[in-house]
């Protein structure tokens, strides 16, 4: 049995040394590298080759890669790097990282070609001023073979390691039984279709009801493949926290069945919740975890490497214990794992760590897509960029002497725009060239400047930074996919600021090559329907199959009525507010016990509330509140219990209106005065314009669709398990519409109220 690694994956593990530092980062975009590498290619003689595919063997190691280019006129291998900034103020570590790997390729090419000697060069190319440095060494044949022993044999140790952990996790995994007595109705059928398009290589779409165990129905056929389709990695990503906390569980249930497989599962989560030391720059003469974090590092990736369950809180307490910060322990530890949990934007972002890992490394992956529904519009944040006046306006004031000028020029050119436009809102279908012009400018300014200040920045300047270099990304990318507006606010009588946009509006040109790089992606979720909506915005491949669970539910667990003498709609609000209060009262007198309410806006909610509260004293209630953190999240849900008895007032679509568990008498039933519709805004009607010139319905994939699958999602949090019993009032006329009715749950009976609130 033989261990490939990529020679770029053996030099990161082998070759780094020293500090974690983050102030010289070539910061050009992939696609900026892409040109810089055409750009050099293109300098060269008409013998010149790029993107030489070389291998070699050590014992058991076989080390693959492809080098940048090869002269045979000059007998040269080049190693090409693209940058910004001054290259004087490169860590030596890194240039030390560079040769590595121009020293693994140079032995390559000398056993591809029987070479006794190779002149090799490091390719410095500056992406601002398209000046090449280039740093030239001649090797022996000799000498580069014995560079590529010494750093074959460092790894090997743990090659050998990684073999045997590959193979007893494969070995167990197919013996692996299900972790329950019984599969629940419906959950056989989900983890069957699962296993079968991992099998053939397809995606899967998968509507399967909430309460069916989703989690452990996806996750146990993915492990259950990994040796028959030879899976180095599954990676789950969810869309919030819960869902990561649900993903976990599921993974430890496996994992304590008997003969369970000998896992690595972790948990990888944001930088700003894993850093420990948020004051300081990520670089050694500033946080005492980065300095020395590449000596320090083996030891702490062995230690790691020997547990199970890398969660949050066990990977930060083994980093602690070595020393090194636990935010990049867990980036090193997503190459050594074989589950890997993480919010979608791990995989589906712009830079996506575990996405653009795969691909450097030839991973065969499996991707679960837990609450798939949400991607539509995480998709559409993760594609877009904003930039606001105010915050020019601030660090303008703040910034060095020497970054003026090109803020000046921004704001110069942002002005222009803003003067143009007469009203409030205006969409354009093309980016504003010399703004961005401007804008990238100032931010090749800002990169030169972080290199020649390596204390860094104000915190508002850097985000700023951040947020320049993000529109330039997206601006690149800009076709009718997207759109750019400008939004006015008024600051005071006399003066306005403005925020630019540039919006996705459907991010399947992004989403598809993702879900067609793994050998398969299964997307689930309770609303996935109508299939042509999630089709076309996700840009699912052709030969996805798409699946309707059965729902484990009766219909009598679930009373679902259609209140349509109530209207929900904004010119209607205020008269529906008694009939809404007392239609909770009455059937919370019926049936005592703990419901939720759900409304269009925060607005709406206290109104009710404040209502229900004077007219109902006796009646327990509390609401959900802007902004609240995770904690105040869990004090809500903490009032569910099975003794209470209250109403809980939510905003659908919010915190509460899916992810959450309330089984049994936790949670009784709910009633949804909204039709979930998204707010009638000129962003909308662009984004319906929009929608019916690409997909020709408009109305319906921006509000319809949306909205009733956020109502669906609220109701699901009724009926938990098959004892539940549960009630649900749809408060608003426009639920007994026949085309709204058709993307109700099937296994729904719905009827007309037979409640009737006093007007």
């Known amino acids: 049995m033989s261990y490939n690694i990529a020679v770029r994956a053996l030099c990161e593990f082998t070759a780094k040394v020293g500090d974690l530092d983050l102030r010289f980062t070539p910061s050009p975009t992939a696609l900026e590298g892409i040109v810089g590498h055409r750009t050099v290619a293109s300098r060269r003689s008409d013998g010149y080759q790029s993107e030489v595919a070389l291998e070699g063997l050590y014992k058991a190691l076989k080390v693959k890669g492809r080098a940048d280019g090869y002269d045979p006129a000059q007998n040269c291998l080049e190693e090409v790097k693209t940058y910004r900034g001054d290259l004087s103020k490169q860590p030596a570590n890194h240039r030390q990282l560079h040769w590595a790997q121009a020293k693994i390729y140079g032995w390559l090419m000398c056993q591809k070609l029987a070479l006794a000697q190779i002149n090799l060069a490091l390719v410095y190319f500056d992406i601002v001023s398209e000046k090449e440095t280039c740093l030239v060494e001649v090797f022996s044949a000799e000498e580069l073979g014995q560079f590529f022993e010494h750093h074959c044999a460092l790894f090997l140790h743990w090659a050998e390691q990684e073999m045997a952990h590959r193979e007893a996790r494969n070995s167990a995994a197919q013996q692996l039984t299900f972790p329950h007595a019984d599969f629940r109705p419906g959950q056989r059928h989900l983890a ?5 398009a991992v099998s053939t290589g397809r995606c899967l779409m998968a509507q399967a009801p909430t309460g069916i165990g989703k989690t452990v129905g996806t996750l146990f056929p993915m492990l259950k493949a990994l040796a028959p389709q030879q899976l180095d990695k599954v990676f789950f990503l969810t869309a919030k926290t819960p869902g990561r906390k649900l993903a976990l569980d599921a993974a430890q249930v496996i994992l304590e069945s008997a003969a369970a497989p000998p896992l690595r599962i972790l948990e990888m989560i944001a930088r700003d919740k894993a850093c420990e030391h948020p004051d300081k720059a990520c670089h050694g003469e500033s946080c005492p975890l980065a300095r020395g974090f590449y000596d320090r590092l083996p030891a702490a990736r062995q230690a790691a490497s020997e547990l199970t369950l890398l969660n949050q809180s066990a990977l930060r307490e083994l980093a602690l214990k070595h020393d090194v910060c636990p935010y990049y322990l867990s980036q090193e530890m997503a190459r050594w794992a074989d589950v890997v949990v993480a919010d979608y934007n791990y995989y589906f972002d712009f830079s996506a760590l575990l996405f653009g890992l795969a691909q450097a490394n030839n991973w065969r992956v499996a991707v679960l897509v837990d609450e798939a529904h949400n991607l539509v ?11 606001d006046q105010s915050t020019l306006n601030d660090v303008r004031k703040s910034a060095p002497e020497a970054l003026k000028k090109s803020l000046q020029r921004v704001n110069r050119e942002w002005n222009a725009l803003h003067n143009l436009q007469t009203g409030t809102y205006q969409a354009y279908d093309k980016a504003p060239e010399k703004l961005l012009q401007a804008l990238s400018a100032c931010a090749g300014s800002i990169g030169d400047y972080l290199n020649d200040h390596p204390q860094g920045l104000d915190p508002a300047l850097q985000n700023f930074y951040f947020e320049m270099l993000q529109f330039g990304r997206v601006a690149e990318l800009f076709d009718e996919h997207f759109l750019f507006d400008i939004s006015k606010r008024d600051l005071d009588r006399k003066r306005q600021l403005s925020q630019l946009c540039l919006r996705n509006v459907v991010p399947a040109g992004f989403i598809r090559p993702r879900l067609t790089a793994a050998r398969s992606t299964v997307l689930f979720s309770a609303t996935l329907s109508p299939r042509h909506y999630y089709a076309d915005l996700l840009g699912t491949p052709d030969s996805t199959v798409w699946i309707d669970v059965e729902s484990p539910f009766h219909a009598d667990q679930l009373k679902v009525h259609i209140v349509s003498q109530i209207s929900t709609r904004f010119v209607h609000r205020q008269s529906s507010l008694m009939p809404i209060v007392e239609l909770i009262a009455r059937q919370f007198s019926e049936r005592p016990g703990n419901y939720l309410a759900f409304f269009s806006s925060f607005d709406y909610l206290q109104q009710v509330a404040q209502l229900l509260a004077q007219t109902y004293p006796q009646i327990n209630l509390w609401s959900q509140s802007r902004g609240m953190g995770e904690g105040q999240r869990q004090a809500f849900l903490d009032q569910f219990t099975a003794d209470s008895q209250g109403v809980g007032f939510a905003v659908l679509g919010g915190a509460f209106g899916e ?12 009633f949804i005065a909204t039709l979930g519709l998204a707010q009638l805004n000129p962003v909308n009607e662009q984004l319906k314009h929009r929608m019916a010139a690409i997909f020709g319905a408009g109305y319906d994939y921006t509000y319809l669709y949306p909205g009733v699958q956020k109502v669906v999602q609220a109701t699901g949090r009724v009926i938990r398990t098959q004892q539940d019993q549960g009630v649900v009032m749809l408060i608003d006329d426009r639920f007994g519409d026949s085309k709204v009715k ?11 109220t037979n409640v009737h609130p006093a007007q």
């Open 192 to 196: 069957e279709s699962v296993f079968k």
């Open 742 to 752: 058709q993307l109700l749950p099937r296994w729904w009976t719905v009827s007309p």
């Open 377 to 387: 519009e995480r998709g559409r944040q993760m594609y877009s960029a904003s930039l």
């Open 659 to 670: 992810g959450i568990d309330l089984p049994g008498a936790r949670l009784i039933g709910a």
